[in-house]
């Protein structure tokens, strides 16, 4: 019995998924366990793989088509088994039968393809997508040479046609009902008068030799939605907040020997690998709570309201193969530095092998991001919207100071770089904060005993 296969919901603020990449084609054998396409969410990348053995016997959407949460995606089922009542409500039962283009991901290009027009406008059937992008780009489609499943009409055909300047259309001459007609205008264009429209004169070949062009050798790479994400994200964050960055140290010789001892008897006591990130993220967290610095703990939405959290909800940026992730330790306040530990450890994880929940990247108060690890010395670190600040944690080096005793003396700094979006926050309250933040963690005894 045929079966079909859903857009999966991965969390419960997700409405649709883009379909990033399919891994199996329509008549392929599938066994149970078997990855059926990757898609991706406005926040990670996930795997869908084959809950049963058969054969797919139809694909729904091409890569990179937004698809429903939900809805069905493909089918299998036995080899001739029919499954056109799967087809999504609205959908063409002949795009059951598509299968996305094999085209590679990344594609050298060394010359410039040359594709002949059809003398005649051909009555291929025409994806849904295809068709929309004819009509954006001005193409008949009429005049695309097919190169999908069936002798189907697909995207990438109408870009070639595009390309090779087949079948182009005036708004005009469409509106006129002119399509199907051999163009006269300009590079082929059909036009509502028809009649030839003067173009520039080429050089002669007799008064100048021909300059032959180097090849030119590149790769393109379609990017990751996350990517696209994460650019929108950054680029509004930058274009819509006042951010100013504050750069602080302190002296880290604490915090390091508490993590030493910790090392030395972890396996005794059952405890996690604290690691000296996860001791500064239980200072921020408990910092934060301070009434001092609420406004640091907050959300600013929509340029008007204040949003400010009762417990620190603690984002923690996370380096994938995908991009950056930023999932949320939520009311990091209330648990202790081996659940801190033991939970960040768990959110990477998840993130860096893409199963993380959707629900888990979001409604963060403050953000953390360490660059320390990568020797960075101080960086500027890009507010996440709508919150109000992020934290970067810098590496640690050896400075010098002079003692009480009027002696020079090496101890080892870290430094710590806090954006602030200036709409709200001013220069001295963010100042109040590292400085508060800095004596806790250079008292970092002290502090786990409140």
Same mark, same amino acid.
């Given at each position: 019995?045929?079966?079909?296969?859903?857009?999966?919901r991965?969390?419960?603020?997700?409405?649709?998924?883009? +379909?990033?990449?399919?891994?199996?084609?329509?008549?392929?054998?599938?066994a149970v366990?078997?990855?059926?396409? %990757?898609?991706?969410?406005?926040k990670?990348?996930?795997?869908?793989e084959?809950? !049963?053995?058969?054969t +797919?016997?139809?694909?729904?959407?091409?890569?990179?088509?937004?698809?429903?949460?939900?809805?069905?995606?493909? !089918?299998?089922?036995?080899?001739?088994?029919s499954?056109?009542?799967?087809a999504?409500?609205?959908?063409a039962?002949?795009?059951? %039968?598509?299968?996305p283009?094999? $085209?590679?991901?990344?594609?050298?290009?060394?010359?410039?393809?040359?594709?002949?027009?059809p003398?005649?406008p051909?009555?291929?059937?025409?994806?849904p997508?295809a068709?929309?992008?004819a009509?954006?780009l001005?193409v008949?489609?009429?005049?695309a040479?097919?190169t999908g499943?069936?002798?189907? /009409?697909?995207?990438?055909?109408?870009?070639?046609a595009r390309?090779?300047?087949?079948?182009?259309?005036?708004p005009?001459?469409? $509106?006129?009902?002119?399509?199907? &007609?051999?163009?006269?205008?300009?590079?082929?264009r059909m036009?509502?008068?028809g009649?030839?429209?003067?173009?520039?004169?080429?050089? @002669?070949?007799?008064?100048?030799?021909?300059?032959v062009?180097p090849?030119t050798?590149?790769?393109?790479?379609? *990017?990751?939605n996350?990517?696209?994400?994460i #650019?929108?994200?950054m680029?509004? @964050?930058?274009?819509?907040?006042?951010?100013? &960055?504050?750069?602080?140290?302190?002296?880290a010789?604490a /915090?390091? #020997?508490? =993590?030493k %001892?910790?090392?030395?008897?972890?396996?005794?006591?059952g405890?996690e690998?604290?690691?000296l990130?996860?001791?500064?993220?239980?200072?921020?967290? =408990?910092?934060?709570?301070?009434p001092a610095? =609420?406004?640091l703990?907050a959300?600013?939405?929509?340029?008007d309201?204040?949003?400010?959290?009762?417990?620190?909800? +603690?984002?923690?940026?996370?380096?994938?193969?995908?991009?950056?992730? !930023?999932?949320?330790?939520?009311?990091?306040?209330?648990?202790s530095?081996?659940?801190?530990?033991?939970?960040v450890?768990?959110l990477?994880?998840?993130?860096k %092998?893409?199963?993380?929940?959707?629900?888990?990247?979001?409604?963060?108060?403050f953000?953390?991001?360490?660059?320390g690890?990568?020797? /960075?010395?101080?960086?500027t670190?890009? *507010?996440n919207?709508?919150?109000?600040? /992020?934290?970067?944690v810098?590496?640690?080096a050896?400075?010098?100071?002079?003692?009480? @005793?009027?002696e020079?003396?090496?101890y080892?700094?870290?430094?710590? @770089?806090?954006?602030c979006?200036? =709409?709200? *926050?001013?220069?001295?309250?963010?100042?109040?904060?590292?400085?508060?933040?800095?004596?806790?963690?250079?008292?970092?005894d002290?502090l786990l005993?409140?």
């Amino acid at each position: 019995m045929a079966t079909p296969v859903i857009m999966p919901r991965q969390g419960q603020s997700v409405e649709s998924c883009i +379909l990033a990449k399919w891994h199996k084609k329509v008549g392929d054998k599938v066994a149970v366990g078997d990855v059926l396409f %990757s898609y991706e969410t406005d926040k990670a990348g996930f795997e869908e793989e084959a809950k !049963v053995d058969g054969t +797919l016997l139809g694909i729904f959407f091409e890569e990179g088509d937004d698809v429903p949460c939900l809805l069905n995606v493909c !089918v299998i089922g036995a080899e001739g088994e029919s499954f056109k009542e799967f087809a999504p409500e609205g959908d063409a039962p002949a795009a059951a %039968s598509e299968a996305p283009a094999a $085209a590679e991901t990344a594609e050298v290009t060394v010359a410039e393809t040359v594709v002949a027009a059809p003398a005649e406008p051909n009555n291929a059937a025409i994806s849904p997508r295809a068709r929309n992008t004819a009509d954006k780009l001005g193409v008949d489609y009429r005049f695309a040479t097919p190169t999908g499943p069936d002798g189907r /009409i697909i995207e990438r055909d109408i870009f070639s046609a595009r390309e090779a300047g087949i079948g182009l259309i005036t708004p005009a001459a469409k $509106a006129a009902g002119l399509e199907g &007609t051999p163009g006269a205008g300009i590079g082929g264009r059909m036009t509502t008068s028809g009649a030839p429209v003067e173009a520039p004169v080429a050089a @002669s070949a007799a008064t100048a030799a021909p300059v032959v062009a180097p090849a030119t050798e590149y790769v393109e790479e379609k *990017i990751p939605n996350i990517r696209k994400i994460i #650019a929108k994200a950054m680029h509004t @964050s930058l274009s819509t907040m006042a951010q100013l &960055t504050y750069n602080s140290s302190f002296d880290a010789t604490a /915090i390091m #020997a508490y =993590r030493k %001892s910790i090392k030395e008897s972890m396996e005794r006591l059952g405890l996690e690998n604290i690691t000296l990130n996860d001791i500064v993220l239980y200072a921020v967290s =408990r910092t934060l709570m301070m009434p001092a610095h =609420r406004d640091l703990n907050a959300n600013f939405i929509n340029g008007d309201t204040m949003r400010y959290f009762t417990n620190v909800n +603690l984002g923690v940026a996370v380096d994938t193969p995908r991009g950056l992730m !930023v999932p949320t330790i939520f009311n990091a306040n209330l648990k202790s530095l081996n659940e801190i530990s033991g939970e960040v450890k768990e959110l990477a994880n998840l993130c860096k %092998s893409g199963s993380i929940n959707p629900d888990l990247l979001r409604d963060g108060s403050f953000t953390v991001s360490n660059l320390g690890n990568l020797g /960075i010395e101080s960086f500027t670190p890009v *507010i996440n919207p709508p919150q109000t600040a /992020i934290l970067g944690v810098d590496t640690i080096a050896p400075k010098v100071r002079q003692s009480k @005793s009027g002696e020079i003396e090496v101890y080892q700094s870290m430094g710590l @770089s806090l954006t602030c979006d200036h =709409r709200v *926050i001013d220069g001295s309250p963010a100042a109040r904060f590292l400085q508060d933040l800095s004596k806790n963690l250079e008292n970092f005894d002290v502090l786990l005993a409140k």
